[in-house]
C-alpha cells in the first residue's frame, strides 16, 4: 500500500514562499498521478494543482497560475509544490493525494491520502 507524508508547512507574511513536500513511501508512485488540495473550515476541500504520472502535464486552479508549481521526483518518490507570492487567501490544510491513472480532477477518484501539512499566511 500506499503511503504518503506531507511537510514544508509553516505561518509566512503575505508575499512569502513556501515549499510543500509529499514523500511516497511503501511502493514506488511514478504510475500514480498526484494532486495536491486544501481545504479551510465551512468550505469545499479543492484541487490546487495535480501531475500526470509521467510528469509531462499539471493542472493548477486558476488563482495560483503563475506563483504555484507542482513537480515530481520518482526517483525520490516525492512531489512537491512550490508556492511563491503567497496571500492570506491561500491559508488552508493542504493535502497531496496519489491515484494509480493517468490523472483525474475528481477528489473523489483519489485512493491515498496524506494527514495534511498547515499553511497560513500573515498579512
Known amino acids: 500500500q500506499l503511503q504518503l507524508v506531507e511537510s514544508g508547512g509553516g505561518s509566512v507574511q503575505t508575499g512569502g514562499s513556501l515549499r510543500l513536500s509529499c514523500r511516497a513511501s511503501g511502493r514506488s508512485f511514478d504510475k500514480y498521478a498526484v494532486g495536491w488540495f486544501r481545504q479551510t473550515p465551512g468550505k469545499e476541500r479543492e484541487l490546487v494543482a495535480g501531475?500526470?504520472?509521467?510528469?509531462?502535464?499539471?493542472n493548477y486552479k486558476e488563482t495560483v497560475k503563475g506563483r504555484f508549481t507542482i513537480s515530481r521526483d520518482d526517483a525520490k518518490n516525492t512531489v512537491y509544490l512550490q508556492m511563491n507570492s503567497l496571500k492570506p487567501e491561500d491559508t488552508a490544510l493542504y493535502y497531496c493525494a496519489a491515484v494509480g491513472i493517468w490523472y483525474t480532477d475528481d477528489e473523489n477518484e483519489y485512493d491515498y491520502w496524506g494527514q495534511g501539512t498547515q499553511v497560513t499566511v500573515s498579512s
Open positions: 501531475i500526470r504520472w509521467s510528469g509531462t502535464r499539471t
